[in-house]
Each structure stands twice: as C-alpha cells, then as structure tokens.
Nanobody, 113 residues
C-alpha cells in the first residue's frame, strides 16, 4: 500500500521560508517521478515542482528561483524548500508519486503578516 505523508507546513510571514517533506512508503521514489502540487481556495490544483527518477526538475513559472525540489533516496523522502514566500503561495500543498498515481493528504501553507 502506497502512502505519502506531507509535513512542514505552517504560518509564515511574507519573505520567509518553509521546508516541506513528503515521506513515502510502499513505493521507491528513486525509480519514480515525484511532484509537489498546490491548491488554493477556489482554484484548481496546480503543479509547483516535479523531479524525475533521474533527477531532472521542472518548476512552475511562479515559483522558479524561489523553490527547490530535492530527493533523498536513502530516506525515501521528497523535499520542497520554499524561500521568499509570498501571500499568493498560500495553499494546501500535496505530494504526488508517479504520473499523479498517488497523493498525500496535503499540508497547509499560509503566508501572511
């Protein structure tokens, strides 16, 4: 059974940083693409960042240069380092494995002064 558990969300002031983690079980992230998505109230879920099993990364234009996705194969976790946070980054952030085959339950990120 595949499980993805996100952690690291919270309330942060504009300009601040957060580091999200996604702990995977039942699936080896080293041979799967992994992604972070987000969904703000009233909006569709959107891609934030994605990393392939061979390490290639893609980012949404809105976060490129501020967010960094990384993978720890030994811990079977995927991380999202978020710097320079803006109020428009406020959303529930979800971890996904494979071709969006599996999803975590999400972690709330709120950027507000």
């Amino acid at each position: 059974q595949v499980q993805l558990v996100e952690s690291g969300g919270g309330l942060v002031q504009p300009g601040g940083s957060l580091r999200l983690s996604c702990a995977a079980s039942g699936i080896r992230i080293s041979i799967n693409s992994m992604g972070w998505y987000r969904q703000a109230p009233g909006k569709q879920r959107e891609l934030v960042a994605r990393i392939t099993h061979y390490g290639s990364t893609i980012y949404a234009d809105s976060v490129r240069g501020r967010f960094t996705i990384s993978r720890d194969n030994g811990k079977n976790t995927v991380n999202l380092q978020m710097n320079g946070l803006k109020p428009e980054d406020t959303a529930v952030y979800y971890c996904s494995a494979g071709n969006m085959d599996y999803w975590g339950r999400g972690t709330q990120v709120t950027v507000s002064s």
